[in-house]
């Protein structure tokens, strides 16, 4: 009789390699092993509790001063449109890929979902609402937009009017290739792009004049 014979059929299985069948088996059931000891000690361990901190931060939003008392982890675009109610600054991406939520700090374009509003303390923020006067005519790159079909459904316009307003006065409104470059930042997905050049083209000179 051999010696796996007399140890009997259970050791005759671990003389040979695993069957695909038994393999399977075996793994399937690791993962669920594994579950039940990390659950075990995930039981035991304390919750990690994350406290708030929060924040006075005093800025300037379409010439009004404001003052907030912000939880230290929000973003400027958050703060805009769910403690201000200006919700031209559209969320997008919220990774500051596609520009919808442009607005500009101290006069520059700056992607509002990437700024932390704790970042615009003592500063001053302009927003879509803030571009013309509520009772004044629009602003000479509103107008463009209009003349010149620049938006579909005016998801993105928003953030598109704000970063076309900063490529001119940045100064790289001089090409249609060089409103490509400095506009690219800012996506639509409907693909209003030659209005946006065109209507680019047209403000840049007014606005100049202004």
């Not at 928003?158 to 409104?173: R, S, T």
């Amino acid at each position: 009789m051999s010696n796996s014979e007399e140890r009997g059929p259970d050791a005759a299985r671990h003389d040979r390699p695993p069957t695909r069948r038994e393999f399977v088996i075996a793994a399937g059931m690791a993962p669920v092993m594994m579950g039940v000891i990390g659950g075990g000690a995930m039981a035991q361990s304390e919750p990690v509790a994350s406290a708030a901190i929060t924040v006075a931060v005093r800025f300037i939003v379409n010439g009004k001063p404001q003052s907030l008392a912000l939880d230290a982890r929000s973003s400027l675009l958050d703060v805009l449109r769910e403690r201000l109610a200006l919700t031209g600054a559209k969320k997008g991406c919220d990774h500051g890929q596609c520009g919808a939520c442009t607005v500009h700090v101290d006069g520059r374009r700056v992607a509002s979902c990437l700024t932390l509003a704790v970042q615009v303390d003592h500063r001053e923020v302009l927003t879509i609402e803030g571009l013309s006067p509520p009772d004044g005519p629009l602003h000479p790159m509103q107008q463009a937009f209009i003349d010149h079909d620049a938006l579909q459904c005016g998801y993105c316009t928003p953030g598109q009017i704000m970063a076309a307003v900063a490529c001119v006065h940045e100064g790289h409104a001089g090409s249609p290739d060089q409103i490509r470059e400095y506009m690219s930042g800012n996506l639509c997905r409907c693909g209003a792009y030659v209005g946006i050049v065109a209507a680019i083209q047209d403000a840049a000179p007014k606005m100049r004049r202004a």
